[in-house]
């Protein structure tokens, strides 16, 4: 099963792609969590990476395509994954469909994570993230046991460098020029599945596993 997460930063692509990952068994694939752990493993690539990012700019196709088409030829990902912020500009998903169709291969489903720009400011200020294992909290919505502690694995939560809100305000006006096409292209594909992602995160997934099967 090879599944796309659509939607706004803050959408919840990625709280639920976890979860998807780990029903049916895939891969969970977040170009933004490989770009990040470059960025804190000081690698050429996150340094790279990051000048675009602080300013909420996306990194370039060239840059993101080649990590994106090395990482799904992994062994682990015969059976299929989830990408979460992948692909999210046209000619990124076209590389995508090109490399797949050259393995006579195709996604199955992209599901759009519907959430109004209103409610993407408050998700962002109240998002927490662990450093340790990528796991994502909201202080008020999704909160972890312990205030400011991972569930999983006891480290300390941080917030991210970009939810700053004048950087949350640059991501979404790109988010909208430049990703939001895409729904319009998986749905001339008809593969495009729309989820109200203003719901709780239970209900979210809910809809989304009735979809998947
Ligand atoms: P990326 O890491 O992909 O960030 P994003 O798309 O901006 O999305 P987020 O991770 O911020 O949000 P999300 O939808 O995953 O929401 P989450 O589940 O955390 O990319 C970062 C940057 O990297 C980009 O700006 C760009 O520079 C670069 N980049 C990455 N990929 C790229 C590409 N392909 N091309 C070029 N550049 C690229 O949820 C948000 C919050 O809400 C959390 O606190 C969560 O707990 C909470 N929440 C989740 N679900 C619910 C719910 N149902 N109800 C209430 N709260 C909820
Ligand atoms: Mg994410």
Redo the contacts with the bound molecule.
């Keep these: 099963m090879k599944i796309i997460?659509l939607?706004?930063?803050?959408?919840?692509?990625?709280?639920?792609?976890k979860m998807i990952a780990e029903k049916y068994g895939v891969p969970h694939i977040?170009?933004?969590?490989i770009?990040?752990a470059n960025i804190k493993n000081g690698t050429e690539l996150g340094m790279e990476?990051k000048k675009?990012?602080d300013q909420?700019?996306?990194?370039?196709?060239e840059l993101?395509v080649k990590i994106?088409l090395d990482r799904v030829s992994n062994e682990d990902c015969k059976n299929g994954y989830v990408l979460?912020?992948?692909?999210?500009?046209i000619p990124?998903a076209e590389v995508l469909e090109n490399a797949l169709n050259d393995i006579n291969d195709k996604i199955d489903y992209a599901i759009d994570?519907d959430v109004p720009d209103e409610n993407i400011v408050n998700?962002?200020g109240?998002?927490?993230?662990c450093p340790g294992c990528g796991a994502?909290?909201?202080v008020e919505?999704?909160p972890p046991k312990a205030e400011g502690i991972c569930d999983t694995c006891g480290k300390e939560l941080i917030l991210?460098d970009?939810?700053k809100p004048e950087t949350v305000k640059n991501?979404l006006e790109?988010?909208h020029k430049q990703t939001q096409p895409l729904i319009e292209f998986y749905q001339k594909k008809e593969i495009l599945r729309t989820v109200d992602?203003?719901?709780?995160?239970e209900?979210?997934f809910a809809a989304i596993t009735a979809i998947l099967g």
């Design positions: 997460m939607g706004a930063p803050g959408a919840g692509k990625g709280t639920q792609a977040s170009t933004g969590d770009f990040r990476a675009y990012m909420g700019l996306l990194v370039p196709d993101t994106l979460d912020g992948f692909p999210r500009t990124q994570v998700r962002m109240g998002r927490r993230a994502t909290y909201h919505f999704i991210r970009d939810d991501r790109v988010y992602g203003t719901a709780g995160m209900d979210v």
